[in-house]
C-alpha cells in the first residue's frame, strides 16, 4: 500500500510535468497543482490500465505510462482552460 503511494507521487510529478512541457504556451499552474494533475493521471491511468488487461506486464508498462501521460495533458489543458475562463470574468 506504501509502496503505490509512493508510486503514485513519482510517476504523478514526472507525468505532471512531462504533461506541462508538451502542451503549448504558458501554464499558469503551481508545482502542487501539477503534481496534483499528475497524481490524479497516474491512478487513473493504471485502473484504465488494469481494466482492459495492459498493466502488469513484465518489465515497463509502456502502454500503461503512456495512457498516464495522455491523461496528464487533458488534466492540464483542463486546469489551464478554466484558470484562463476564470481570469477573463
Not at 503511494?5 to 508545482?31: D, E, F, Y
Not at 497524481?39 to 498516464?68: C, K, N, P, S
Request: aromatic share 4%; no cysteine.
Amino acid at each position: 500500500m506504501i509502496g503505490a503511494i509512493i508510486s503514485a507521487i513519482v510517476i504523478g510529478a514526472i507525468v505532471g510535468a512531462l504533461a506541462r512541457l508538451i502542451v503549448p504556451g504558458k501554464q499558469n499552474m503551481s508545482m502542487g497543482l501539477t503534481l496534483i494533475v499528475g497524481i490524479v493521471a497516474a491512478l487513473l491511468g493504471t485502473l484504465i490500465a488494469q481494466l482492459f488487461g495492459f498493466a502488469d506486464t513484465r518489465g515497463i508498462d509502456w502502454w500503461e505510462h503512456i495512457l498516464q501521460l495522455v491523461l496528464a495533458i487533458v488534466g492540464v489543458l483542463i486546469v489551464v482552460r478554466v484558470q484562463a475562463g476564470k481570469s477573463h470574468t
